[in-house]
């Protein structure tokens, strides 16, 4: 399935070289920006370090590892549908589905972040693809049951789950998938988004006592934060169906 609903944010969202939906950096952190009575406008956007597209971090993890970007897409969506805070029945967490233990070895402190956990992946496979001399076949099947289990088979495995997993990645692979206007927060800016959303309570509630100012301004700048998470939201839980839709057609 094909995006081209790359974000269309509002000259507040974007950088100093003018991208949008990439990169949104300020130079002040929420807390300076409070202590100078600043608008809430102004501390909000101190506070977001980092949003940045789905897309750009798997050509980037892609470029450093030597990697097919569509093979790598491939196994973000067959693995969770791209959806960062995935939570397997195994424990397998985040966007490329790394267990605890092996995001740990791959230098993964927090899975639930995108970035972090597309770049584990990307490093993983790339070292099961150098194990098993490019042979992807194989590199996924160890991504799926092990290499343990490819070692002891001499090959793919003999369980269904990695088999149709296989097929599956390979197929994903052969497709175009756009993610520009899937975007995706760190979490340095996931926690500075709560901070303005408990900042804007206070403001409501008039217990705010950081001489802060809301005006109509920052409130359609809220509006445009909201409108853009729900989009991000809108297009990953997308691609979630067309997985679920995709499998169900397979059982038929």
Do not use: C, W
Not at 31 to 60: C, N, P, W, Y
Not at 63 to 91: C, H, M, P, T, W
């Amino acid at each position: 399935m094909e995006f081209n609903q790359t974000a269309r944010l509002n000259p507040y969202l974007n950088s100093a070289n003018g991208q949008q939906g990439i990169h949104t950096d300020y130079e002040n952190n929420l807390m300076s920006s409070r202590s100078k009575g600043a608008s809430f406008q102004d501390s909000v956007k101190s506070a977001l370090a980092v949003t940045e597209s789905m897309e750009g971090i798997f050509q980037e993890a892609a470029q450093l590892y030597g990697l097919d970007v569509n093979f790598l897409k491939a196994i973000g969506k067959a693995e969770s549908g791209f959806n960062a805070r995935a939570v397997s029945s195994a424990g397998a967490q985040g966007v490329m589905q790394l267990m605890p233990a092996t995001a740990r070895s791959l230098g993964v402190e927090d899975s639930f972040d995108a970035r972090s956990n597309i770049m584990g992946g990307a490093k993983y496979i790339a070292g099961l693809l150098e194990r098993y001399q490019g042979d992807k076949v194989l590199a996924l099947s160890a991504y799926n049951a092990g290499s343990g289990n490819v070692d002891k088979y001499g090959g793919v495995p003999p369980f269904k789950e990695t088999q149709n997993y296989v097929q599956k990645v390979l197929s994903y692979a052969g497709e175009d998938m756009d993610l520009s206007g899937v975007l995706t927060t760190g979490a340095a800016g996931s926690s500075a988004y709560q901070s303005a959303l408990e900042t804007l309570y206070g403001l409501s509630a008039g217990t705010d006592s950081m001489g802060l100012a809301f005006s109509r301004e920052d409130a359609r700048y809220m509006v445009e934060m909201m409108r853009l998470r729900m989009e991000t939201m809108f297009n990953t839980q997308l691609l979630s169906d067309e997985e679920e839709s995709g499998a169900a057609g397979s059982l038929i």
